[in-house]
């Protein structure tokens, strides 16, 4: 990947990133803007997102839709039974999602430690 194709998610500020990937390989719940964003609610996204956030909004939305297992997000049900699912499971069960683990590398490379992590657990 050249460095032009990294530039909507490193939009992406460092504390969203890691609420994806603790969110995703974890089931920690995001904080309430990213709550918003997984769950397809705009008007909550809006009046919870700081202004860097709000700013990152097409970059989180860019990432999910190209990274993100279908499953964990779109819906307030998909968010909760992805959550419950992940914390009950182990990493290395997201090993089946390989556009996943490439979208964690592109937040590996962008310097994210958490990302490198969990990469390292999933295997």
């Given at each position: 990947?050249?460095?032009?194709?990294?530039?909507p998610?490193?939009?992406?500020?460092?504390?969203?990133?890691?609420?994806?990937?603790?969110?995703?390989?974890?089931?920690?719940?995001?904080?309430?803007?990213?709550?918003?964003?997984?769950?397809?609610?705009?008007?909550?996204?809006?009046?919870?997102?700081?202004?860097?956030?709000l700013?990152?909004?097409?970059?989180?939305?860019?990432?999910?839709?190209?990274?993100?297992?279908?499953?964990?997000?779109?819906?307030?049900?998909?968010?909760?039974?992805?959550?419950?699912?992940?914390?009950?499971?182990?990493?290395?069960?997201?090993?089946?999602?390989?556009?996943?683990k490439?979208?964690?590398?592109?937040?590996?490379?962008?310097?994210?430690?958490?990302?490198?992590?969990?990469?390292?657990?999933?295997?």
């Amino acid at each position: 990947m050249t460095d032009t194709a990294l530039d909507p998610y490193d939009q992406i500020p460092e504390r969203l990133r890691y609420g994806l990937v603790h969110y995703f390989v974890w089931g920690f719940p995001p904080g309430s803007f990213l709550c918003s964003v997984l769950e397809n609610d705009l008007m909550g996204a809006l009046s919870t997102g700081s202004e860097e956030s709000l700013q990152a909004l097409r970059g989180i939305g860019v990432w999910l839709y190209q990274f993100a297992p279908r499953d964990g997000y779109g819906s307030p049900t998909n968010v909760n039974a992805w959550a419950d699912a992940r914390r009950q499971g182990e990493p290395s069960e997201l090993s089946r999602y390989s556009t996943f683990k490439r979208g964690l590398a592109v937040f590996a490379r962008l310097g994210d430690k958490v990302a490198t992590e969990a990469l390292s657990e999933i295997g």
